[in-house]
């Protein structure tokens, strides 16, 4: 293992090798949670016409005499209907909510402050009646060609809604990358198998896929293979070689032990590591190289623990991820609920709770399995030998 | 329209409403973000064996001479290979992270401690080689038979990895109730047609159907009816009578204006419903029919604007489908980041944005497209005529 780096310069290394995707298009159905790779702009203004905001009649402020209010109603304007035209005089129009506004006609008056007499429309006393009232005019929301939702922005049922309202049936987002994890371990099996007392069960890839899919960051494929040096160099050569993939993530074989040998076999078909060894706890022996061609993947290499693959997946891969498909990408912050100390001179990544807006930290009771994170939000960064205080904010993954 | 209820009231009413789903099994690989219907237990201690959690050495600490510290090693323990047995004397076994500890040890000492020289393993000075030491109990994080998951918990990436270390491979989770949405109005059209002046492109079931099959809350299906009597009765009665659909939702059509046709043959092909018309701004002519009969849908008659639209999906029929579905469902506090005044008799749910675990409220900007609600995170209830202060805590949906 090189010399230890701190989780800043991590950081920092994969982001300078990180690479960005292509685009592709979806259609609008399929575009949830997707990342917009153009902008959307508007075809036309919204509302494209001044709109009725209240079911009612509309009339001409500047037409009635003082006192009179009584309007004779001379049709009805529908919504989707071409515009009418109010006539000069005590005239009214009834109209719908979305409707166009009938030309001439500057005044909404609600159906509810009306009485309705032998086609006459009689306003309540003392009600308003002023110019534009409960009118939506056109092109107050967006101008025709006003850019509406810029590239970078992940569409949900808001965007999509936006999407829709301007014609945007096929989008161009970013593609997700494609995503190739190899996990390792002698004494892992397949979770539909019946372990002997020393086997346990896989675990990861149903985390690990679970992460990636649900935030639409990439397509996963996964394979296990045991802890046998030529079986791994036949895996990982035809992972590096698969022009496919855009990202390599293994989980194990990273550390000192005798049958580690997903390091060595990398530095053998590549070259070191651009690290290996980050001053953190978890996920001490990550390991990270980066792409060396455009077709060869960028390499996460995780420990095998599954508490120290929850922190390096939240911490380096799934920014990562998210980066390269152009998303928006600050880890949130949020202050502590109370007092928290960390002794080490390891970066604390630390499960959390959150509640109400503040976080507590909750190291894993234990080496740290599955059930240990359960309830826990996420991981915060804590800073080496640290006595933190109420309210001080921490960066959250 | 009946005299208002408060929104109290209405959650109250459609809360007592509310059928459950029943359940249904679902591969591990398709269980994201389902919710569980049964408890999954441990079907062994974990760890199943007493783990070794470091690269190293295996010693009993009673064997050695004070001040000797030098033992033979007389093989490997790899991880899922049958436990070995330490012999007594200064004998040391090679561990690797992940292996069963060898009977009659109680200590690893890792290997970055150790020179190993002629087959013997040399431990620094003063180095830490306790009882216990990094050892990871047989059955200390769970025990055989212990509840890991229990019911109405969502399955996401580390709760899917527990199913998976105890073998789950098919659960039993909720069924996903069958929604069905008809959107009306005839100035709306198709996205992907080209609107005359007076049409606008339909946005609700871009935005509703992302609402509910990103947080997997149901399978939907949408169809669109003009304002037609005739029509709009036609799919009604054909939406009552299919006996697949768990809920209808239907948007548009419940106010008082002329061609609102929804709630009155709502009202003849069923009965009054429950409410109609519920003391907040927006969503004033909301409207809900409780299911009548085990074969009759639940019914959410949403206003047609879209801001109305995505505020009553947030406050009662994203809440409603949580319920059904067995979920944990509390809406969430947070503190306002600056004071608010909302000067209405009615309560407002209005959008707001969060920022480090606080909240500021962003009212739409007018009558209030999708446009509107860009950059917000949701909707707070704000109690009518209230003087909030910077701190106050509101719920959120």
Partial sequence: MQPLITTA?????????CLRVGSEMVILENAYGRVLATEISADRDAPPFDR?????ICINTYNHKLGSWRYQIIGTQAAGAEK??????????????G??????????IPVEQIDIIDGYALPHDGIAAEDNQHIHPKGSDSKAGDTLLTPGTTLTANELAIAASVGATEIEVTRLPKIHLITTGDEIIDPSNSPTDYQIRRSHPSAICALITSQQLGNITTEHVNDDPKLIEQKLTSALTDPEN??????????MGKFDWVAPLLEKLLSKPAFHGVAQRPGKPFAFWASNSENSPTIFALPGNPVSVMATMHLYVLPTLRKMLGKNNQPKNLPLAEDFSWDSPLTGILPYRSNNGKITIHPPRNSGDYLSLQGTNGFAEIPPHSDLKAGENLPLY
Avoid: R, W
């Fill in 9 to 17: 310069e991590a950081t920092q290394i994969i982001a300078e090798n």
């Fill in 52 to 56: 009725v905001m209240m079911d009612g």
């Fill in 84 to 97: 009418m035209t109010l006539p000069k005089g005590e005239y009214a129009i009834e109209v719908m909510t």
């Fill in 99 to 108: 409707a166009p506004l009938p030309a001439d006609a500057n005044c909404v």
């Fill in 246 to 255: 855009d990202i390599l993530i293994l989980t194990g074989g990273i550390s």
